[in-house]
């Protein structure tokens, strides 16, 4: 009943068809302004085409609330793809936002009670804000990926920078040592290969997942720029995915290939060794440090390198590097040797230790130390007197009485603390006695 009234209302009694440029009189009939123009041109008076009666109008008003429900679409294309009644191709259909589908107004309006129904134009104004916002966000998104994209591949570069100066530091080694010792270089270099190779899987599979989502959103994108141009839209379930963010591990493991060469071929060959270098850790390195090729001294070198690349483990906002290796049981003793250098710290810190963040409060919650700077020599928390300078400290650190003792010539300083993992600063060489 309401659908018949309605195809009713919006009918010419004189053209019997969808009612064009529609006007009312005052009766309350509607019409074609043409048709009842054409009509009254064959009248004498003004009369009504249905009722008969006279009008009072001479000049004829558009009725727009009859004209939005009988408008034209935007364009021809539009037309098509939003008449969805072939019963009344020529009706622009509404829009129910609730069912998210467009309906006839004359055949399905009664099946949507109580839904939110607008103009087939209105629902193209916000589908296109819709389609907009989701392709602002995959931009981004993509823009994330392809900074994430480009600093792997940065890693990946320098990884193989490393592996280079790993095997001239290797060769550079071998080539002192007699004809004997050439099985023990190929068993180095073997063991370099095999970290190349797990340096290299393992950033594989990140790149491979950024290639194939890079793919995937371009793939979105492009749809829905036709959508954009084509006035469609398919609903798609919107998600608010992570950050991207780069994962650690991703360099190659120096302090595996490198650390402790020579011991470990020494070994082999049943020579004693009395002292064993403790191997820094480049991948903690502040760029602002050098170390030596072994990885067993450091120097402050007063420019930023800036090939080395941003990962989780560096230190960015103090002049720190860590000790490839952490302890956390037993009884472990250092001799480093400071010289007359006027600038250098030492000391152990939690392999938690704050790495980003300039923060003096956070660092000093995972490191304790001792050094000198400016002529005064401290041990984080106060100036400390020593009588005379001394080239070479010895650190002991006992996990099991749960103290960390420095020997400064005869001077003793006696610390507590829990966990261990070394770092120092500037040009020293650190020897581990056992």
């Not at 209302?9 to 048709?35: G, Q, Y």
């Not at 949507?112 to 981004?140: C, D, F, M, N, Y």
């Not at 998104?141 to 095997?167: F, N, R, T, V």
Request: aromatic fraction near 8%.
């Amino acid at each position: 009943m309401a659908e018949s009234s309605l195809e009713s209302l919006l009918t010419c009694s004189v053209c019997l068809d969808i009612l064009t440029e529609p006007v009312s009189l005052s009766c309350h009939h509607s019409f074609c302004k043409r048709c009842l123009t054409e009509h009254w041109a064959r009248q004498p008076s003004r009369p009504c085409p249905v009722c008969r009666k006279t009008s009072s109008k001479e000049d004829l008003d558009v009725n727009f609330t009859l004209k939005e429900l009988t408008s034209e679409p935007p364009s021809a294309q539009t037309q098509r793809q939003w008449s969805v009644c072939p019963s009344h191709p020529q009706v622009p259909p509404l829009f129910c936002l609730d069912d998210s589908r467009p309906l006839c107004p004359l055949c399905e309006f009664s099946l949507h009670p109580q839904h939110r129904v607008v103009s087939g134009e209105e629902a193209q104004r916000r589908l296109k804000e819709l389609i907009s916002s989701q392709l602002q966000a995959l931009t981004e998104e993509k823009h994330q990926c392809e900074e994430l994209q480009q600093s792997y591949e940065e890693i990946q570069l320098y990884a193989e920078k490393q592996a280079g100066d790993c095997e001239r530091h290797i060769r550079m080694g071998f080539s002192r040592l007699h004809q004997f010792l050439q099985e023990e270089e190929q068993r180095a270099l073997s063991a370099l290969r095999e970290e190349q190779l797990r340096q290299k899987k393992n950033i594989s599979p990140e790149l491979e997942k950024l290639r194939e989502k890079l793919s995937s959103v371009d793939k979105i994108i492009q749809e829905l720029q036709q959508q954009l141009e084509t006035h469609t839209y398919r609903p798609r379930q919107e998600s608010t995915p992570p950050r991207p963010r780069p994962k650690a591990g991703l360099l190659l493991d120096q302090a595996k290939v490198l650390g402790n060469l020579g011991f470990r071929v020494w070994t082999r060959m049943k020579r004693l060794v009395t002292y064993q270098p403790v191997v820094l850790d480049p991948k903690t390195a502040c760029p602002e440090l050098s170390l030596s090729d072994d990885l067993s001294t450091v120097r402050y070198a007063e420019i930023w390198n800036k090939e080395l690349p941003e990962v989780p483990e560096r230190f960015s906002e103090y002049t720190i590097v860590l000790g490839s290796v952490g302890y956390s049981s037993g009884t472990h003793q250092w001799d480093v040797e400071v010289g007359d250098h006027p600038h250098w710290y030492i000391g152990v810190a939690k392999e938690s230790i704050e790495r980003k963040e300039k923060s003096v409060t956070l660092l000093k919650k995972g490191l304790l130390y001792f050094g000198i700077d400016k002529g005064q020599y401290n041990d984080g928390s106060k100036y400390v007197k020593v009588e005379k300078s001394p080239e070479k400290i010895r650190v002991k650190l006992d996990f099991n009485k749960g103290t960390l003792v420095k020997t400064v010539c005869l001077w003793v300083l006696l610390l507590l603390f829990d966990c261990g993992f070394w770092m120092l600063l500037s040009e020293r060489r650190i020897w581990e006695e056992r």
